[in-house]
């Protein structure tokens, strides 16, 4: 658990960081006071974990047949929730929630690379040999 409160910490500070370069950037976005941006960046997480994920299962099909541009729509209208929730975090519509989002993803996209990302992936590659007996099956790939 000690090990999972910095990461959180690491994301909430990018988060905010995001949010904070998306208010500056995009018009339509403002927050009247540090508690609201922080409050609001705070809120933009805890629904990007938990709540997004179950967004995009439900919103599956339509993803699919839009091949994934539906994302940033439900990025944007995230952030626009976040705006009509948090006192003092003004999200003036949908087009600058739209914006903002895509401001936000990228910042945070840069920032996370850039403090260390934990991006983790390893790929194994082995050849067998067709001629014996248990590998009948042909070349693997284990991902």
Partial sequence: MSASVPQFLKR????TLAVL????????????????LLVASALLGFLNAFAR???LALSLPLLL???????????????????????GFHVNGFWPAFWGALV?????????LLLGGTVQ??????HTNPRRREDKDGPVIDV
Avoid: E
């Avoid at 936000?104 to 996370?112: D, H, L, Q, R, T």
């Avoid at 992936?121 to 082995?126: C, F, L, N, P």
């Fill in 104 to 112: 936000i993803s990228i910042v945070s996209v840069v920032g996370g």
């Fill in 121 to 126: 992936s390893r790929v194994k590659m082995r």
């Fill in 53 to 55: 994920p179950l967004i």
């Fill in 65 to 87: 047949a839009t091949l994934g541009l539906l994302l940033p729509v439900i990025n944007a209208l995230l952030l626009w929730f976040v705006g009509s929730s948090v006192s």
């Fill in 12 to 15: 909430w500070v990018i988060t």
């Fill in 21 to 36: 370069v998306a208010a500056n950037v995009v018009r339509g976005i403002q927050y009247d006071s540090l508690t609201a």
